[in-house]
């Protein structure tokens, strides 16, 4: 259940290679569960719990989470060849930090442990004014 990297922005992309790289390393084996995730799937999800049934799984609209725009990634652990999320967080988010990513489970109100992201110093209002301004241009 490995997610395409595709839409993931490149530079965040390499920023993924070496913290998986270094997780292998403390013999963390992980598996990319999404990446980029457009902004109609997102709105999808987000009405997961919400007007459509199950529970809810994200707190963020479309062209709200960092997802939206490659820059954001959710892992899972593979341990004995099975994918789950009972692992080692702690070390995962300690590692994700000191390769420049953002963890979510750093996160005061959505704790979300199997997310990192890179935002590039920028906020996610520039982020969507920026691919909307894109949109008009074409
Ligand atoms: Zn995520």
């Not at 009405?47 to 529970?55: F, L, V």
Request: aromatic share 12%; proline share 3%.
């Amino acid at each position: 259940m490995s997610a395409s990297r595709v839409g993931l922005d490149p530079e965040f992309a390499k920023k993924l290679n070496l913290f998986e790289k270094k997780l292998a390393d403390h013999g963390i084996k992980v598996v990319l569960t999404w990446g980029y995730r457009s902004i109609v799937s997102q709105n999808q999800l987000y009405a997961k719990g919400r007007t459509a049934p199950g529970s809810i799984v994200t707190n963020a609209r479309g062209g709200y989470s960092w997802h939206n725009f490659g820059l954001a990634a959710d892992y899972a652990f593979v341990i004995n060849g099975k994918v789950t999320w009972n692992g080692p967080w702690d070390v995962f988010g300690k590692i994700a930090q000191q390769c420049g990513l953002e963890w979510g489970g750093s996160w005061k109100t959505f704790k979300d442990r199997p997310h990192a992201q890179w935002t590039k110093g920028k906020t996610l209002a520039q982020m969507r004014a920026a691919a909307s301004a894109k949109a008009v241009r074409k």
